[in-house]
Structure formats: structure tokens, C-alpha cells
């Protein structure tokens, strides 16, 4: 009976430091440094640096990880999922404060982005200058006159997604940037498309693994003909405020012309 006892003890106490460790890894602030070159990545742009978060849900971003990426970035892309239902509109504007600092903030929807008054976070982002790229695109110019296109699509899950215009949006730009909530959208590209990378999220790298299984892949980068496919693990956590084995993720990449398409060795910062 002791024994018994005693072996339930044990196992109750690795229960309950499996959840604390998984709610630690929770509530991480990692920020990966990574250079992406790209074959056709227009002269005259230097690099091109990008700070990429998606799926905040809950979190309140923190101040540390804000001064790991000051002064460190052009611009900000928030990949949807920037809250969820019950979150107040009051902590997404604290987080988009915070995301400005480090440049200006440019925004796709994501599926839980339409939970509860979408409106009034349609209204926000309007209210603090966030472009919203809803099935649109702007373009970037360089000194000698060549241009990048930034495309968005709406959420996926939501069928709100019209890539078509977005396409029909961005002009004549050969190098564009194309930023999806769900990377789903990998299958509705084609070469024709001209995509030289996509930065997606929605997954959460599955959130809980168990011996590297899970219910999505964890977050990678892989290339696909020319085209380079970023799915982020994200920052946040949705149904419980947990993770195992898919830390949280914010990204800076460092867009560069390269002779062929490839991904340098990331560095990762936890603060």
C-alpha cells in the first residue's frame, strides 16, 4: 500500500513539473536572426530587414523583446491572430504601441482575428496607422528605381483569401513578398506568381509535441523552387497556455541578393 502510494506521489509531482515547464516554455521571448538570399532580390536595396510576429492571442509582448529587435528593422508584419475571443481591445493596442517602436506596422487577418467585434479591431488598427493588407499589396522603391511588392491575403480558414487581387494589386514588381495566416496558400501558388517568399503562421508548430509529433509541423523555413516558405510556431498559445517541444517564435530577417535562393544559419536571442 505504501509503495503504491509512493509511486503516485511520483507521478503526480512529474505531472505537475511537466505543466510548470510547459508553461514556462510558454511564455518564452525568443527572437531568431536569419539571412535570406535570394537570387533575384532587385539591386539597389541594400538589405531589406523584416520583423515578423503572428499569433500574440493572449500574450502582452514583453519589454525585453522589443529592445532585442530596436533599431534592427524596417519594417514590422504582425501575420494574424493578434488576439482572440475575450482578449480586450485594450491589450492589442498595448501590443501595437510596443510593435511601432521598432517600425512601421503592417497587418494580415487571421481566423481568430473575426472572433468577437472584428469591427472594433478593424477600427484600432485604422486609428494607430496600420496598413492592413487584405487581399492588397503596397510596393517599396529604391534609389534606382526598382521595386518590392509586400502582398496579403485575408484568413484562409475564414475563405475571405483573394490572392488573385492581391496579384492584381502589386503592379509589375518582379521580387514580391507575399504574407498569409495560413500557410495553406503554398498550394494555391504558382511559379507564374513570382513569390519569392512567403511568411505565414496559424500552426503554433503544432503547440504541444510528444516525441516530435504533433498535430502540425513544427515551425521551418523550406524551399520550393525559387520561393522560400516560412511557417512560424508564433508567439502566443490558444486553448491552454502551454507548449512542449515548439517553443515561441518572433523572427528578424535579413532579405539579401545572393547568387542562388537559400537560408543562412539562424541565431537565436531568448530575453
Given at each position: ?26 511564455k ?17 536595396f ?12 493572449r ?16 519594417l ?26 521598432l ?59 483573394r ?14 513578398i ?60 490558444s ?9 515561441p ?16 544559419v ?6
Amino acid at each position: 500500500m505504501l509503495l503504491v502510494s509512493g509511486l503516485l506521489l511520483v507521478i503526480i509531482l512529474l505531472i505537475v513539473a511537466t505543466i510548470i515547464y510547459m508553461w514556462r516554455t510558454a511564455k518564452q521571448d525568443r527572437l531568431i536572426f536569419q539571412d535570406l538570399y535570394f537570387k533575384d532580390f532587385p539591386e539597389g536595396f541594400g538589405d531589406m530587414r523584416i520583423f515578423f510576429i503572428s499569433d500574440l492571442h493572449r500574450r502582452i509582448i514583453s519589454d525585453k523583446l522589443i529592445e532585442g529587435a530596436r533599431d534592427k528593422a524596417d519594417l514590422v508584419i504582425i501575420g494574424g491572430d493578434i488576439r482572440e475571443r475575450g482578449v480586450p481591445i485594450e491589450r492589442v493596442e498595448k501590443n501595437i504601441l510596443k510593435l511601432k517602436e521598432l517600425g512601421p506596422l503592417y497587418f494580415v487577418w487571421g481566423n481568430n482575428d473575426y472572433e468577437g467585434d472584428f469591427h472594433e479591431l478593424d477600427a484600432t488598427l485604422l486609428k494607430h496607422g496600420v496598413k492592413m493588407l487584405d487581399n492588397t499589396a503596397v510596393s517599396f522603391e529604391s534609389q534606382n528605381g526598382r521595386k518590392i511588392a509586400l502582398l496579403g491575403i485575408d484568413d484562409i480558414t475564414e475563405e475571405r483569401d483573394r490572392l488573385d487581387l492581391a496579384l492584381s494589386d502589386c503592379g509589375n514588381e518582379t521580387f514580391r513578398i507575399l504574407v498569409s495566416h495560413n500557410p495553406l496558400i503554398m498550394k494555391q501558388l504558382i511559379p507564374e506568381h513570382q513569390i519569392g517568399l512567403v511568411l505565414s503562421g496559424h500552426t503554433h508548430g503544432g503547440q504541444i509535441r510528444l516525441f516530435g509529433l504533433g498535430p502540425y509541423k513544427i515551425g521551418s523555413i523550406k524551399k520550393e523552387g525559387e520561393c522560400l516558405f516560412m511557417t512560424s510556431n508564433g508567439y502566443g498559445t490558444s486553448t491552454v497556455p502551454l507548449r512542449l517541444e515548439a517553443k515561441p517564435e518572433t523572427h528578424l530577417f535579413n532579405l539579401k541578393r545572393g547568387t542562388s535562393t537559400e537560408v543562412g544559419v539562424p541565431v537565436v536571442k531568448t530575453y
